[in-house]
């Protein structure tokens, strides 16, 4: 059973940084498509961005030109680095791994980490 761990979230004041880390273990996730989602309080989850095993990258328009998507294939772990934040940034933030096992679709979530940015 693959599982993915989250790390690196924290409180952080507005125009901040904050970078946060997936590490995946117990399955092979190196051909899995990987993305990051949030939730805020009494919204909606959303993707935040996404990453596929060629390199193709997606961001939410909320956060493009301020977060950075990108894997390490041989550390196993998922980033996403945030600059600028902004107060609505604040949410928990989810590493997720949707991978295709032919013919099947297994969809892999980590247990979330708080990213809190104050004004």
């Known amino acids: 059973q693959g599982q993915l761990e989250e790390s690196g979230g924290g409180s952080v004041q507005a125009g901040g940084s904050l970078k946060l880390s997936c590490v995946a273990s117990?399955?092979?996730?190196?051909?899995?498509?990987m993305a990051w989602y949030r939730q805020a309080p009494g919204k909606e989850r959303e993707l935040v961005s996404s990453?596929?095993?060629?390199?193709?990258?997606h961001y939410a328009d909320s956060v493009k030109g301020r977060f950075t998507i990108s894997q390490d294939n041989a550390k196993m772990t998922l980033y996403l680095q945030m600059n600028s934040l902004k107060t609505e940034d604040t949410a928990v933030y989810y590493c997720?791994?949707?991978?295709?096992?032919?013919?099947?679709?297994?969809?892999?979530w980590g247990q979330g980490t708080q990213v809190t940015v104050s004004s």
């Open positions: 997720t791994a949707t991978c295709v096992y032919y013919p099947s679709v297994r969809n892999y």
């Open positions: 117990g399955n092979d996730f190196s051909s899995c498509a």
């Open positions: 990453i596929v095993s060629a390199g193709t990258t």
